[in-house]
């Protein structure tokens, strides 16, 4: 196993164990070096940045203070193919998934009533999540 495939196999494995859950550079970074593997941190955004490409893994950037972050999808799938919306709460930064059908069908409304196309991804609802209401 070549060098460059060891670490998208590490990544890939590490994205599969975290499914459903939004992890930035910087997590993975943290999880290579408590794994003792030698990833450069230019090297990790260089895999991650292959992974959006091959749609294995969705890239967010919710807004201009947070940090881009990925998830999951799977190697078998498009990038397009989950429609979710993000909920962002104002005071802890929690970021939440929301597949949601009334939302889906709000999308759906916009479009069809406004001629305007939502891009669930780069949708963010803020707000306060539970714990910090």
């Given amino acids: 196993m070549s060098y460059k495939t060891k670490q998208k196999e590490i990544l890939i494995s590490y994205f599969k164990s975290k499914a459903g859950t939004h992890i930035t550079a910087g997590d993975v970074c943290e999880h290579c070096r408590a794994q ?14 292959k992974l959006v490409d091959e749609g294995i893994i969705n890239k967010y950037i919710i807004d201009p ?20 919306f ?7 930064g929690k970021l939440i998934h929301m597949h949601c059908d009334e939302l889906e069908e709000m999308g759906v409304h916009i479009m069809k ?21």
């Fill in 113 to 133: 009533e406004h001629n305007f196309q939502v891009d669930p991804v780069r949708t963010v609802i803020y707000g306060l999540c539970e714990d910090c209401r």
């Fill in 86 to 92: 993000h909920c962002k709460c104002e005071k802890c």
């Fill in 65 to 84: 203070a947070s940090p881009a972050c990925f998830e999951y999808v799977g190697e078998d799938s498009h990038a397009d193919a989950d429609v979710c």
């Fill in 36 to 49: 003792g593997e030698n990833i450069g941190q230019s090297t990790v955004y260089r895999q991650l940045e």
